[in-house]
Nanobody, 124 residues
Framework: QVQLVESGGGLVEAGGSLRLSCVAS????????RAWFRQSPGKEREFVAAIRWSSGRTDYADSVKRRFTISRDSATNTVILQMNSLKPEDTAVYYC?????????????????WGQGTQVTVSS
């Protein structure tokens, strides 16, 4: 069983920045994928960004490219999402996901574990 603990959410004005962190309770292996998704009321959980642990390869949703950056800290099993130039439409609960193996990183069902979520609210 893997536990994921997220932190860093909050309220920020449009144009501001937030940094989300997600710590895993186990060592993240090279075969794992770590990702961030978000969900707004009445909407499905949507892909934000992901990173392949071994290669460091990343991908982003078009809506966040050039504003968000995903990175990893292998020493602490932490995945970080730096969010800049935030917009009101970025408001959502942000969840980190953990896949035990190589997966289709855009699809929530391919992740084995999820964090509890952290609220991000961007005011206009």
């Amino acid at each position: 069983q893997v536990q994921l603990v997220e932190s860093g959410g909050g309220l920020v004005e449009a144009g501001g920045s937030l940094r989300l962190s997600c710590v895993a309770s186990v060592r993240t292996l090279g075969s794992n994928t770590r990702a961030w998704f978000r969900q707004s009321p009445g909407k499905e959980r949507e892909f934000v960004a992901a990173i392949r642990w071994s290669s460091g390869r990343t991908d982003y949703a078009d809506s966040v490219k050039r504003r968000f950056t995903i990175s990893r800290d292998s020493a602490t099993n932490t995945v970080i999402l730096q969010m800049n130039s935030l917009k009101p439409e970025d408001t959502a609960v942000y969840y980190c996901g953990f896949s035990g193996g190589f997966n289709n990183w855009y699809v929530p069902a391919t992740y084995d574990y999820w964090g509890q979520g952290t609220q991000v609210t961007v005011s206009s």
